[in-house]
C-alpha cells in the first residue's frame, strides 16, 4: 500500500478530490464508479462475465511559456486549449461519452466495460499496479492516448542515471562551473537550462562568442553577471522523450557551447561527456547502443534531467526507448561500460518492458474494421516509443485520438486539440466500445 503522504507528494494532493469530481459526474450519467484509497478509479457499466476496457486518464504538471491559462480550456478558432487537450484529458472525455453513447442508445452488451482512471502514469504507474492488485484484468482494452490509427507495438522504456563525481586531485586551473542545471521530467527534452560559471572576468568576448554559437545553432541563448559569476542561459524547444529528435535539447546545447571554454578539471569531464556522447546522437550510436527493428524501429535516448554543482558532481538522466526485439539487460551493461570508461557509475537503472499485440489478434482486427468504416481511410498498424497504459493489460493497444496529418503538440506549449477531430474519436470510439463488448 501507499501512504497517504507519498501519494499526495506525487499525484498530488488535490488528486482525490479531481476523481470525486470525476466521477460524480459519471453518476450522474448513471455509471457507478469506484475509487481505492485515491489512486486509480472506474466508471463502469454493462453486462457479462468478461471486461473490457476503454481508457485510463493522467495528469501532467503544467509549466512556463503559455500563452493562455493551461487550465481554462479555451475554444480559439475550432481549437480546445489546454494541457492535456491532447495528451490526455481531451480523448479521456472522448472515451467517456462514447460509453455514455452506447448507453443511451440501449445498445445490447453482453460484456462489461470500464473506463479505467489513473493518475501516476507520466512515473511510476503505481495506480495501474494498484488497480490490477483489487481488480481483474480486462479481457481486451485501449487506450485512446497517442495515434490512430491503432498503436500495436511499444518500444520498452528505461531510465537510467550516470553519476559524475568529481576526482579531489582534479587540476583546478581554468574556469569553475559552479552549477548547471536543465530538464524536469526524464520523458520530456528539455527547453531551458541554465549554468553559473565562475572567474570568468568580463563578459565581452564571452557573449561574442556565446552569441555566435546560439546564432549559428537556432537556438536563444543570453548571458549576464551576477556577483562576480557569469550565468549563461539557454532556450531550447520542448518535445516528448520517446521523439528528442523533434525537439532542441536545452542542456546538451549548453553543455557544448561550455566545452569549448577553458574549465578546470572538476567541471570539465561532466561537460565534454555530455557534449561528446549526447549532442546531435539521439539514437545511442556513440555509448554503443544503436538498435532498430523492424516492428518497432529505432533504439531513441533523451538526456531529460542535467544537473551538476561544484561540490557534489553532476548526474545525467536519461530516457531510453528501446524496440520491441532488444534486450533491456545488455542495453544496461553497454550503458554502465560506456559511462565508466568517462568517470561516470549508472547509478539508477530502471526498465519497463515492450509492449506488442500481433496484428492478427482479434482486438486488433475489430479496431482496424471501426476506424476504416468510420473514416475511410486505412487503418495502418504503427510503433510508437511512448508507453502508454495499453502495456499494462495482456491485450491492450493504444487508440488514437491524434489523426494522420495532425502535428502532435502533446506536452507543448499552447497544447490543443482540434474540436471536429474531439467529435469524430467519440463517435469511434463509441462503435469501438459497442463491437468489442456486444
Not at 497517442?146 to 500495436?152: E, G, L, N
Not at 496484428?359 to 498498424?381: D, F, I, M, N
Amino acid at each position: 500500500m501507499i501512504s497517504r503522504r507519498s501519494r499526495a507528494r506525487r499525484l498530488g494532493p488535490r488528486w482525490p478530490r479531481r476523481l470525486s469530481i470525476c466521477f460524480a459526474a459519471a453518476g450522474r450519467k448513471g455509471f457507478a464508479s469506484k475509487m481505492w484509497t485515491g489512486l486509480p478509479g472506474i466508471s463502469k457499466w454493462g453486462w457479462g462475465e468478461t471486461c473490457r476496457r476503454a481508457r485510463p486518464y493522467r495528469r501532467r504538471a503544467a509549466w512556463d511559456g503559455w500563452t493562455m491559462d493551461p487550465f481554462a480550456a479555451e475554444v480559439r478558432d475550432g481549437r480546445l486549449y489546454g494541457r492535456g487537450a491532447i495528451d490526455d484529458k481531451g480523448p479521456t472525455v472522448a472515451a467517456f461519452y462514447a460509453l455514455k453513447i452506447v448507453k443511451e442508445l440501449g445498445l445490447p452488451l453482453r460484456k462489461r466495460v470500464r473506463l479505467i482512471i489513473g493518475g501516476d502514469e507520466e512515473s511510476d504507474w503505481r495506480c495501474v499496479e494498484h488497480y490490477f492488485r483489487h481488480e481483474e484484468i480486462p479481457e481486451v482494452g485501449f487506450a485512446p492516448d497517442a495515434d490512430f490509427p491503432i498503436i500495436h507495438a511499444e518500444k520498452g522504456i528505461i531510465d537510467a542515471d550516470l553519476s559524475y563525481r568529481p576526482l579531489e586531485s582534479a587540476e583546478a586551473e581554468g574556469l569553475a562551473l559552479a552549477s548547471f542545471q536543465a530538464g524536469r521530467r526524464y520523458n520530456m527534452v528539455p527547453d531551458a537550462a541554465e549554468a553559473v560559471v565562475e572567474g570568468a572576468g568580463r563578459t565581452e568576448e564571452l557573449l561574442g562568442l556565446y552569441e555566435q554559437f546560439c546564432r549559428e545553432r537556432g537556438v536563444k541563448g543570453s548571458i549576464r553577471q551576477s556577483e562576480g559569476d557569469v550565468v549563461f542561459q539557454l532556450e531550447g524547444v520542448s518535445a516528448h522523450g520517446a521523439e528528442p529528435e523533434r525537439g532542441k535539447n536545452a542542456g546538451v546545447y549548453l553543455a557544448q557551447f561550455l566545452a569549448s571554454l577553458p574549465l578546470d578539471g572538476r567541471s570539465r569531464p561532466f561537460v565534454q561527456f555530455v557534449a561528446s556522447a549526447f549532442f546531435g546522437d539521439a539514437r545511442g550510436r556513440r555509448l554503443g547502443l544503436a538498435y532498430r527493428d523492424e516492428q518497432s524501429g529505432d533504439l531513441t535516448v533523451n538526456v531529460g534531467v542535467l544537473s551538476y554543482d561544484r561540490r557534489h558532481g553532476g548526474t545525467i538522466g536519461l530516457n531510453i526507448r528501446y524496440p520491441v526485439t532488444a534486450d533491456g539487460e545488455a542495453i544496461r551493461r553497454t550503458l554502465a561500460g560506456a559511462a565508466a570508461e568517462h568517470g561516470f557509475a549508472l547509478s539508477r537503472f530502471s526498465d519497463t518492458k515492450p509492449h506488442y499485440i500481433d496484428p492478427s489478434h482479434k482486438l486488433v482486427r475489430t479496431l482496424q474494421r471501426v476506424y476504416e468504416e468510420q473514416t475511410g481511410e486505412p487503418a495502418r498498424l504503427l510503433a510508437i516509443g511512448g508507453g502508454t497504459y495499453a502495456r499494462a493489460l495482456t491485450a491492450g493497444v493504444a487508440f488514437g485520438a491524434l489523426f494522420p496529418g495532425r502535428p502532435d503538440v502533446a506536452h507543448q506549449k499552447d497544447e490543443y486539440i482540434e474540436i471536429d477531430d474531439l467529435v469524430k474519436a467519440t463517435a469511434i470510439y463509441a462503435q469501438a466500445i459497442y463491437e468489442l463488448a456486444k
